[in-house]
């Protein structure tokens, strides 16, 4: 293993999410694979040589030199504005990764798994999902899906129809479609008790969204039994984006 | 240029690309004891404050500073003086 360096990225499409997320699938020569749940860091430099620099979790298992990143935009922000409005296809990027080897799904595991997703953290629990897939594995699968209201859906469709064993519970914190059953609020324990692998099964937890969300649903997953150390988290932070 | 922040602070797996620019092994899966409470868990459940001017991670037990990560021009700076030790996962095969 040696150090990390810097490799430049060309994108080659782009998938609308929502109107202000989407999907970029990106081509790096050498990409030497990685493990859902991983995350890269991408770089931009101004012409005056001022750069910045933002992670992103990586979208998608590991498929030659491709990967696919989802990407919101954040008023304001830095770098996702300009990955999510400006960049075109042919347009190349900075980007060094895969890095993170903590918040990992391996596809050998047979373990059940809880992934528990606040908005944007869903991201690399779909790499968890795609990669699943990929592998043909038979692990029980339950996503809990917060999101503010159903127009916020990334991979809409893919999780409309799961796979077999993926289990898809959608909580909308904002508003709900019509006639669905679960009044729109804040993720509660009785929506990871009722729709989530029980303590018994002793799920590894996956837990992913804003930090308020991350620290919420990790406490809620302890307070029902889950051992605190089959949760894993990942945070994101003062976005910045 | 930045948006406000949302919440305080993220996690330690944002810490892995900045450290792996230093280290050959991923330090966000190494088991950090805090010099201040004790508490040991992975680097990357450290609460992190940044990006500038660098990078700080604090224990989630305690809030102790454990891990500074300043990158400057031609050198990176890092200051461990909050972590008593650094347990890191290799392959058994490397025991000596």
């Known amino acids: 293993m040696r150090r990390l360096a810097w490799r430049v990225a060309e994108l080659t499409a782009i998938r609308e999410e929502t109107p202000t997320a989407r999907t970029l699938v990106l081509r790096v020569p050498g990409w030497p694979g990685h493990l859902a749940g991983q995350h890269v860091d991408v770089r931009l430099t101004a012409e005056d040589g001022y750069s910045t620099q933002r992670s992103y979790s990586l979208a998608g298992p590991s498929d030659g030199e491709h990967v696919e990143l989802t990407v919101q935009r954040v008023p304001g922000g830095e770098v996702s504005p300009y990955l999510t409005e400006v960049m075109e296809v042919g347009d190349q990027v900075e980007l060094r990764g895969p890095v993170g080897g903590w918040f990992v799904w391996e596809p050998a595991a047979k373990t059940p798994v809880l992934l528990v997703a606040g908005g944007a953290g869903v991201v690399p629990l779909m790499a968890m999902i795609r990669a699943r897939r990929t592998a043909g594995s038979r692990a029980p699968f339950r996503l809990v899906y917060s999101l503010r209201d159903p127009g916020q859906a990334y991979y809409a469709d893919e999780l409309r129809h799961p796979d077999p064993g993926l289990d898809v519970t959608r909580v909308y914190t904002r508003t709900a479609p019509d006639g669905f059953a679960r009044r729109p609020g804040r993720l509660t324990a009785a929506d990871l008790a009722g729709s989530g692998r029980p303590p018994e099964y002793e799920p590894d937890c996956y837990v992913c969204g804003p930090t308020g969300f991350v620290e919420k649903a990790a406490e809620l997953l302890v307070s029902l039994g889950h051992e605190p150390g089959r949760i894993r988290t990942e945070r994101f932070g003062p976005t910045g984006g | ?96």
């Open chain 2, 1 to 96: 240029m930045t948006a406000p922040a949302q919440d305080g602070y993220q996690d330690g797996n944002a810490l892995a690309g900045p450290l792996g620019e230093l280290f050959a092994v991923d330090l966000t899966v190494a088991e950090c004891r805090c010099a201040g409470c004790g508490l040991a868990g992975p680097v990357a459940s450290l609460r992190l404050y940044g990006p500038a001017p660098g990078l700080v991670a604090r224990c989630p037990g305690c809030e102790e500073v454990v891990l500074r990560l300043v990158r400057g021009p031609g050198s990176a700076w890092l200051d461990l003086r909050g972590a008593v030790t650094l347990r890191i996962p290799l392959g058994s095969e490397d025991a000596f």
